[in-house]
């Protein structure tokens, strides 16, 4: 990260002229090499290619351990988290303030975005039920595995569904995320973990009914966590146009109109706007 920093700032603002009277496209007088020689790498720079408006690219970061949490919170401008429950997503957004606090930022400046998966339809009672066909769909166990597996890097097919996990696994992969899966239950099996899960570990609170009452579930969390929001998915990560439609026509403008998710972008870049709410 030091040296990439380095790398995006080896452009000074007004670096691109674009003339074309004089067939000059930089000043090469704003443009410098970084000489940069750490544990690691080591490059003379500059940059080759001009930077972003942003300069340094919005960073996202993904994952839950101790060491993934101090590097969210010394440099990323969101983390992207799945928590089982609101108690958890609070703590986790503590710690993340508390960490970027200790860095010198501004915990503000880090937004914390938790993972969910709704379900909508026009009464609570369809949405149940439609939860309820998706998960016993023929390839709805295959596919959250197959997610699962390339989240975690361990292969899931070499274990009897039917049966529960022979011992607590460890993975040098997202070993938060294989936790959060196999705490779902003590001796359930394979089959019952993923469908419990609602496709395993996606969905950081459950949301399943109509627009209104999503929005309720929504809101009340985010009133209980502190913000900033929600990544919205699926359990298996195949997304539908139909879904999509749910989502911006039905859940968004319930949203809107409680004054929970903006109807217009007021910056030019990705980090002004997650800043900006």
């Known amino acids: 990260m030091d040296l990439c920093y380095q790398l995006w700032n080896s452009w000074e603002p007004g670096a691109v ?5 004089t067939a000059t496209y930089a000043d090469y007088t ?10 690691y790498y080591k490059c003379r720079g500059p940059l080759n290619t001009v930077p972003s408006p942003q300069v340094k690219p919005t960073l996202l970061q993904a994952g839950g351990s101790p060491k993934g949490r101090s590097f969210a919170a010394r440099h990323a401008d969101a983390v992207i988290a799945v928590s089982n429950g609101v108690e958890e997503m609070k703590a986790f957004r503590d710690d993340i303030r508390r960490l970027a606090e200790g860095h010198g930022r501004n915990p503000n400046d880090v ?8 379900t909508l339809a026009e009464t609570e009672q369809e949405a149940r039920d439609k939860h309820a066909r998706m998960v016993s769909g023929p390839y709805f166990i295959e596919q959250c595995l197959a997610l ?3 989240i975690t890097d361990i292969d899931f097919k070499k274990y009897d569904l039917d049966k529960p996990l022979p011992e607590r696994l460890l993975t040098n ?5 294989l936790d959060m899966f196999q705490n779902w239950g003590c001796g359930k099996t394979l089959r019952e ?39 919205i ?23 809107q109109r409680r004054g929970l998710v903006r109807t217009s972008l007021s910056g030019a870049t990705l980090r002004e706007n997650l800043l900006a709410f």
């Open 17 to 21: 002229l674009k003339d074309r009277q």
């Open 30 to 39: 704003k443009v410098h090499p970084i000489h940069f020689q750490g544990k």
């Open 111 to 118: 937004k914390v975005m938790f993972l969910v998966a709704p």
């Open 148 to 150: 699962i597996s390339a």
């Open 173 to 177: 992969g997202e070993q938060t995320s």
């Open 193 to 231: 973990l993923v469908v419990d899960a609602s496709g395993g570990i996606v969905a950081s609170i459950e949301l399943i009914g109509t627009p209104a009452k999503v929005a309720d579930l929504m809101q009340e969390a985010m009133d209980y966590v502190g913000g900033d929001g929600f990544l």
């Open 233 to 255: 998915t699926t359990p298996s990560q195949a997304v539908s146009r139909r879904q999509i439609i749910e989502i911006t026509e039905g859940l968004v403008p319930v949203l």
